[in-house]
């Protein structure tokens, strides 16, 4: 089995010291003050709680990365005042608070925080009022890449946003050289939101993110997990129950850019001809998982096929299982509001063997396999996605009855 280390990155006593917190300026790492193996032991401990009536035969150990330097992505708040910009979020007035030092981001954000400031603060563009609900510049997206690779995206609020930091691109390119993706959102409505729907690319298509096994694309509105470690972590549990139940034929709904389609696919030592399916709603997403599957080779050697589909993941395994279609293996990777009814009854009474369970809320887990009564939990594992934090992503593997 794939192991993910599992003693963390620790200060000298075991908690990440943070001034931020420590001077009441942020809050957002509520467990922060815990040491961080007992914050895993407390969502071990709750997630058994949560899955009681569906106890596993095999509680695995929690997969743990570090408590500082681990997230891949800053969703920056941009606060101040015109020239005097602040980075991090906003307090309970709507005044910004700058998060330019915090330790959970990644240190290739860090290192950059301090020039995009500066960059805006040249740029004249106003922050955002919420309150007065007027200027520009409403968030800095910041995404790394294990090889140190960025993507930046500004979310501003009018065209006149745009205009200025597209005349402003080559300058930034210059500042910013680690940059290979670099777009431009516009949001005008005043909604709590991180994006609106258009988006202009100054610079590249997609970031790499070099992973152990593949490497997967990222666009701008792309979903992948904030903590680059544990997520492999989370690709190789899954793939190696995958391996052990050894499908023929395996769908991944809710692939996303194909993280758990390409790892079982290409972890297929004697299956092949494995033939894997991974359904997205989002037609950004699939493209992107697809430049994976043709830069792994699938579909131009022999080996597992490889398809990606656009599409709603229920009505994809409603209609297929409708007509006799039928995997070995399906994974499924939701949103938090789980699976939800439509798509447990269709798998419930499908006849698939086996099914891969990841969620990021064990509520909605538990609801989901309450609708499943044909599935038995074989295993579990707590992934511990978001340190300091409630959050944390469980994966199952399920058995029929």
Known sequence: MTSLPLTPTSAENGQLDCHYFNDGLCRSCTFIETPLHDQVADKEAWSRQVLADHSPEVWLPAAVGGDHDFRNRAKLAVGGSTGAVTLGILDQDFHGVDLRECGIQAPQIRA??????????????????VLARRGELKFVHITAAPAGDLMIRFVVRSQHGLDVLRSRRDQLIALVPTATVISVNLLPEHKAVLEGSQEEMLLGGSLRMNLDRVDLHLRPQSFFQT????????????????????????????????GFALYCAGASVQQTSRTVTGVELSDQAIESAKISAAELGFGSQSGATVEFIAGDATEFAEANLATGERPDCVIVNPPRRGIGARLSAALDTSGVEHVVYSSCNPLTLAKDLDRMPSYAVVQA???????????LEVAVVLRRQ
């Open 112 to 129: 950059i925080i301090p020039i995009i400031g500066q960059f805006l603060n040249n740029s004249s563009l106003d922050p955002y009022d």
């Open 227 to 258: 903590n680059t470690a544990v997520a492999i972590g989370l690709y190789n549990q899954v793939a190696d129950w995958v391996e052990e139940i050894a499908p023929d034929s395996l769908w991944d709904l809710y692939c996303g850019v194909g």
């Open 381 to 391: 594992r707590v992934f511990d996605m978001f340190p300091h934090t409630k959050h």
